[in-house]
Nanobody, 115 residues
């Protein structure tokens, strides 16, 4: 079992920045990929950004150029600095990890972009 704990959400004005972090713990052999998804009210959960253990990345088109995912494999941690935030970025952000063929999810952290 893998546990994921997110931090870094909050309220920010449009154009501002936040940095999300997620730490994985538990019985970890090798995490293949870690990333972030988000879900806004009334919308399906969507991929924001993900990174494999060998550094390949995948981003939603809506965040390219504003968000940059990074990983510290030695700490089983993934980061998501988010810049130039927009009201449409408002959502609950979930950390995801794929380990041993299983999907694991964090409890989610709220990001609200509003003036």
């Amino acid at each position: 079992q893998v546990q994921l704990v997110e931090s870094g959400g909050g309220l920010v004005q449009p154009g501002g920045s936040l940095r999300l972090s997620c730490v994985a713990s538990g019985t970890i052999v090798s995490i293949y990929a870690m990333g972030w998804y988000r879900q806004a009210p009334g919308k399906p959960r969507e991929l924001v950004a993900a990174m494999t253990s060998d550094g390949r990345t995948n981003y939603a088109d809506s965040v390219k150029g504003r968000f940059t995912i990074s990983r510290d494999n030695t700490k089983n941690t993934v980061y998501l600095p988010m810049n130039k935030l927009k009201p449409e970025d408002t959502a609950v952000y979930y950390c995801n990890a794929i380990e041993g063929g299983h999907d694991y999810w964090g409890q989610g952290t709220q990001v609200t972009v509003s003036s």
